[in-house]
């Protein structure tokens, strides 16, 4: 290949690629593949942060619902809201930083006034939170918040930012968040969003840290709880790029950066058994049927719990943040993540544990990526096309591609996610398309070789000797396979009023037809034989499904036949006639003939009653017959329908004949068609002779002709 070839299709692999992927990546192509190369980072390459001790998830678990399953108030879900009254309550006693609730209270119900109490008792204690949810609907105005759900706004400074606006709010119904006028108990209770918006593919791996409704901002729980553990009127403010809070911790100021994407948070998951309740060092989760258990104990006994030992010790939430939600079957909706499925509580855990650790993920620009894949597009272009030994060409590149991804691998164990979807999708096509240049130009000969001997041989053959390398005479193995005899009816009488040239169109077009769906089928032709076709199923390739697919073109060919009989009709000439037939069995199969010229072939007396069968569609008037053998194995798809009992030479038994039926019959199905023949084939063999001519002219009735010409006249 002279040098300036080489110029040529080293500049189209190392710039064609680029021009591909860089406008795709420009219309927001690449997103959900960036974000799948970084969901299997996670899985598979995960920084492994230690995950926060200071967060406590409540659970209400299977383990709950199955404990009380027969008690009234708790055997059911959802639970009555008075329930959860005795709960907080002992929570709040322990001393947590925050309880915050991943359940919500939307719906009015009669208990509310006793939810309300427990939380401005517990919010008068520790600070405690209700979910809300937002979402966005087109056309909806936005409701007036009632003063109770607005004064629970958040201020928050928007710097060069515009957030996403939300038009529909969900809170908690009645007087869960109202004052106790009566007793001038203030509510002080809080608002927090538990709104996750997953990607396109379901999969949660961003979020909104502050949600805006009108006037008002909310923050999104694990935010809430964060403020938490500093000054609760700490300053927010949030720009495209990150959230900042700022405040005081212990007296002494703090202040915290979570780099955002386009103002959104990338969630930055722990390893899988973090989230495996089963696992010793996952997330603490209590289940909530210890707490009931507890609080009964020390009901039942009078004790304090300083003198009694209890399942769930009020200790165990002391300095906590508490998260209430519910991973029971029947409670929760399930989180799509990159570690898999897990309940919402999961994803605000893992969330605040960021927050509390500082565990933020930093996704490159990708301009970087884009450059990375430009050096390597200018590498594989120059060492494919340069060098002669293929061991540099395909190396060297390669392992240059290998170091690159491995070195973003462990960057991301340091919480950098390198954008890599440009790199393999611009490296790949070019690595390989080098390399086919290459493949290309130097395999010319043995190209030439294949093309030349491809009109000879079956695709499956052609691919068998040239992996092979040589053809022996030799004759091969036994093997079950399908065998397919097809041959144009009264040729010679048609061809006898025509011109050679003519005769020699119509049988070149009426076998390029019958091929094409011959190879469809993933058949290999065995050989023409006049004006009729030998091809075979099951080798070289073994194919299970061989008689099937052998059936299947056959009723193809026949259907093809009748488009070109109309094609025939058009230009006036004598339409064609086919039968098929159609053999199952042992033959053998080998590359027969001498070393000057080899045919690919079957012989065997299968075969042989595969040239029988479609001798004897004439004498049936049916287009395709199979043998019993083939039957049984097509049936379950293909409908066949009984012929007759023949008797074959070399058997002494005679053997069943069927035609495979791929269309309704009249108005009978092809199943209910080929029941009735069955049935008055039986008759027929049990001398029942009126019964059977009965159902015969039905079915002839039904369908003209239809092969029963010579059944009727042995009966």
């Known amino acids: 290949m002279k040098l300036d070839r080489k110029v040529i299709w080293g500049t189209i692999f190392g710039i064609l690629p680029m021009f591909v992927v860089l406008p795709l990546h420009l219309r927001g192509g690449l997103h959900s593949i960036e974000d799948s190369l970084i969901d299997l980072r996670y899985r598979y390459f995960n920084p492994a942060h230690e995950h926060s001790k200071d967060v406590v998830i409540v659970d209400i678990d299977e383990r709950t619902l199955n404990a009380y399953k027969n008690e009234r108030l708790l055997g059911r879900w959802p639970w009555r809201r008075d329930v959860y009254q005795p709960i907080l309550q002992y929570i709040a006693d322990g001393g947590p930083r925050i309880i915050l609730f991943d359940i919500m209270f939307t719906e009015r119900s009669e208990e509310d006034a006793k939810l309300a109490t427990a939380t401005r008792y517990v919010s008068e204690v520790v ?36 957030p996403r606006q939300y038009n529909v709010i969900q809170y908690p119904a009645g007087e869960i968040m109202q004052d106790d006028k009566k007793e001038k108990i203030k509510n002080r209770a809080l608002l927090h969003s538990v709104t996750y918006l997953p990607d396109s593919d379901g999969i949660s791996r961003m979020a909104e840290p502050i949600f805006k409704y009108g006037d008002s901002s909310f923050l999104l729980l694990p935010v809430s709880a964060y403020l938490a553990t500093i000054d609760p009127d700490a300053r927010i403010s949030i720009s495209k790029n990150e959230l900042r809070i700022e405040g005081f911790r212990s007296g002494k100021p703090e202040q915290l950066t979570v780099p955002l994407e386009d103002g959104l948070w990338r969630i930055h998951y722990y390893p899988k058994w973090v989230y495996d309740v089963t696992a010793q060092d996952s997330i603490h989760r209590i289940s909530v049927s210890g707490i009931i258990d507890s609080i009964r104990s020390l009901e039942a006994s009078g004790e304090t719990e300083s003198g009694l030992s209890v399942k769930v010790p009020k200790d165990a939430f002391t300095d906590k943040i508490v998260i209430f939600g519910a991973s029971a079957a029947a409670t929760y909706d399930e989180k799509l993540t990159p570690q898999g499925p897990m309940p919402g509580f999961a994803l605000n855990a893992t969330m605040v544990s960021n927050l509390l650790g500082k565990h933020f993920l930093i996704h490159g620009s990708p301009v970087w990526g884009f450059i990375l894949s430009a050096v390597l597009l200018a590498i594989t272009a120059f060492f494919s096309l340069y060098f002669h030994r293929m061991v540099i060409r395909v190396l060297v590149p390669g392992v240059l591609f290998v170091l690159c991804m491995t070195g973003a691998l462990f960057a991301f164990r340091l919480d950098y996610a390198f954008y890599l979807a440009p790199v393999p999708l611009t490296f790949i096509p070019a690595y390989l398309g080098a390399l086919g240049v290459l493949t290309y130009f130097e395999g010319a000969e043995k190209r030439r070789f294949k093309g030349a001997m491809a009109k000879y041989l079956s695709p499956d053959v052609l691919e068998e000797v040239m992996n092979r390398g040589e053809i022996k005479a030799e004759v091969g193995e036994r093997r079950i396979m399908t ?83 109309q094609e025939f009709a058009a230009r006036q000439m004598a339409p064609l006639a086919m039968g098929v037939g159609v053999n199952t069995g042992e033959m053998i199969v080998g590359n027969i003939g001498s070393d000057q010229r080899l045919d690919y072939t079957l012989i065997g007396d299968n075969v042989n009653l595969g040239s029988r069968l479609e001798s004897l569609t004439t004498q049936y008037g049916a287009e395709i017959l199979i043998a019993e053998s083939t039957k049984r194995e ?29 269309h309704a019959y009249g108005t009978l199905s092809a199943k209910e068609a080929c029941d009735a023949f069955a049935q008055a084939f ?15 002219e039905n079915l002839n009735q039904e369908r003209s002709g239809g092969g029963l010409q010579e059944l009727q006249h042995k009966t």
Request: glycine share 4%; aromatic share 8%.
């Open 682 to 696: 039986e008759l027929y063999r049990n001398r029942n002779w009126d019964q059977a001519i009965s159902i015969y």
């Open 127 to 162: 600070p405690l939170s209700h979910a809300i949810q937002l979402r966005k609907e087109e056309g909806e105005p936005s409701e007036p918040l009632p003063a109770t759900i607005a004064s629970k706004s958040v201020p928050v400074k928007y710097s060069d930012f515009t």
């Open 483 to 565: 065998v397919l005899f097809s041959d144009v009816r009264g040729f010679t009488t048609i061809s006898e009023n025509m011109d050679a040239a003519a005769v020699v169109s119509i049988l070149n077009e009426y076998f390029s037809h019958m091929v094409r769906i011959i190879f469809e089928q993933k058949g290999t032709l065995d050989k023409f034989i006049g004006d009729a076709i030998m091809a075979f199923w099951g080798a070289p390739i073994h194919r299970p499904d061989h008689a099937l697919l052998a059936v299947r073109s056959a009723l193809a060919m026949t259907s093809a036949l009748r488009s070109l009989n």
């Open 634 to 662: 097509v049936e379950h798809e293909i409908p066949c329908r009984i012929i007759d009992l023949v008797a074959v030479k070399g058997k002494s038994i005679p053997i069943s004949v069927y035609e495979p039926l791929d």
